[in-house]
């Protein structure tokens, strides 16, 4: 379960980096429709970023403070006119949920490794979480359990009733909650086959 949960979420996750990524495409389209200087901008800092890397291949260190001396003219110039239409670098952004992975599920770190990242192991409780019946608490817990519905009628097999052994379960699981963050606690196992009233009655 916990692996289709995982594909599940890195699916979303992809999604939704495609909507951020479309999203922006139609934001530079409109943008630089009404201001034509931005996609030159930008068209040229692409052109400057590759010239670049091709300096640095040939470890030509003047040509390369040259092309960085244009770079930084021409950021400078982008956000000057941003600014100007009262809009900020970010907006030439992809909006992601979370700017922590960029909506990938893993931040990559200093030595190239990668981690999960806050966002999706929170979605993954919360999958997980909902898929279980955790998620009915305000109806289903102690307080409303009821011991009622349980003959009291002795049961000549184990020379008690249904009520007192259920009394008996209830009490045990009340304890199992009341001492979970003692490290002693053991754990709880219910079997049985089905129609033996394994699960919780109101």
Request: proline share 2%.
């Amino acid at each position: 379960m916990a692996n289709e949960i995982l594909s599940s979420l890195l699916k979303e996750y992809e999604q939704k980096r495609l909507r951020a990524e479309l999203d922006l495409e139609k934001r530079k389209e409109e943008l630089y429709k009404n201001v034509p200087r931005l996609a030159q901008i930008e068209d040229k800092l692409s052109k400057y970023a590759i010239n670049t890397a091709k300096e640095m291949l040939k470890n030509n260190k003047n040509t390369i403070n040259e092309l960085n001396i244009y770079v930084e003219k021409l950021k400078k110039e982008k956000k000057n006119i941003l600014e100007s239409i009262k809009l900020d670098s970010s907006y030439l952004k992809p909006k992601y949920e979370c700017l922590d992975c960029n909506d990938t599920g893993y931040i990559v770190n200093e030595d190239f490794t990668t981690t999960m990242c806050h966002c999706l192991k929170q979605k993954i409780l919360d999958k997980s979480y909902n898929k279980s019946n955790i998620s009915n608490l305000d109806k289903e817990n102690f307080k409303t359990f009821n011991l009622n519905i349980f003959s009291e009628t002795i049961d000549e097999k184990n020379g008690m009733s249904p009520r007192d052994n259920m009394k008996y379960i209830y009490d045990k699981c009340k304890e199992f909650v009341d001492e979970f963050n003692n490290p002693n606690t053991k754990n709880l196992l219910f079997t049985g086959n089905i129609g033996l009233r394994k699960n919780f009655y109101v």
